[in-house]
């Protein structure tokens, strides 16, 4: 299989404070992994790239300072908002690919994880 | 720009009865095709995908999709729907000039199989 697990499912948290959001990979090696928030009733918007090792690449408009992803092994990506605010109130998805040399194209995604900032 | 259309925001359909979800994509060079499903507050599952050879794609829980190279379509079908199909379904495409890694999302279509 090809099991990518989040923690938390979902978080409340009062405006000003931090979250942490984990994505992991359960049964295979990941080292690209992607980030990204989905608003009500809409489509899916990559925030960044997560490569094991090195820092993530963030698209265009995300700010970076705003939305820590670290990538500290082959299995686990986090996900850190930083001074969260109500507009950041959201479905946050990661997904992962695995390892380039088990030839898989295929991204998997994480159940997401609900935040929502008071 | 590259790009992928689902230019339905929802398709009803009985139950029995086949389905198609439609697809269509604009983008340079080779496309990677994928379909994905997502079900209430869950992440996205992995549907099928189409990145050479047979231009039919079988994939999970029945679903199949056709590449038409042609048309710039990648339309979803499955024979005889179940009312458990009923869902969010998204099409995506992986672009050459990312090295095939970052997948863009169309605007999803909602699925409703009736009893």
């Known amino acids: 299989g090809a099991v990518v697990s989040q923690h938390p499912s979902w978080v409340i948290c009062k405006s000003g404070t931090s979250v942490k959001i984990e994505c992991r990979s359960l049964d295979f090696q990941a080292t690209t992994m992607f980030w990204y928030r989905q608003f009500p009733k809409q489509s899916l918007m990559l925030m960044a790239t997560s490569n094991e090792g090195s820092k993530a690449t963030y698209e265009q408009g995300v700010e970076k300072d705003k939305f820590l992803i670290n990538h500290a092994s082959l299995t686990l990506s986090t996900l850190t908002v930083t001074s969260a605010h109500p507009e950041d109130s959201s479905f946050y998805i990661c997904?992962?690919?695995?390892?380039?040399?088990?030839?898989?194209?295929?991204?998997?995604f994480g159940p997401g994880t609900r935040l929502t900032v008071l | 720009a590259q790009s992928v259309a689902q230019p339905e925001d929802q398709v009803n359909v009985a139950e029995g009865n086949p389905l198609t979800v439609k697809c269509t994509y604009s983008v340079s060079g080779n496309p990677y095709l994928f379909w994905y499903v997502q079900y209430p507050n869950r992440g996205l599952q992995f549907l099928l995908k189409y990145i050479t050879g047979d231009n039919l794609v079988k994939g999970s829980y029945g679903f199949e999709a056709e590449f038409n190279k042609s048309q710039t379509s990648f339309h979803l079908k499955k024979p005889s729907a179940l009312v458990s199909d009923s869902a969010l379904y998204f099409c995506?495409?992986?672009?050459?000039?990312?090295?095939?890694?970052?997948?863009?999302f169309g605007t999803g279509t909602r699925l409703l199989v009736s009893p």
């Open positions: 997904s992962a690919k695995r390892y380039k040399g088990q030839g898989e194209d295929t991204q998997y």
């Open positions: 995506a495409v992986s672009l050459m000039n990312t090295g095939f890694q970052k997948l863009v």
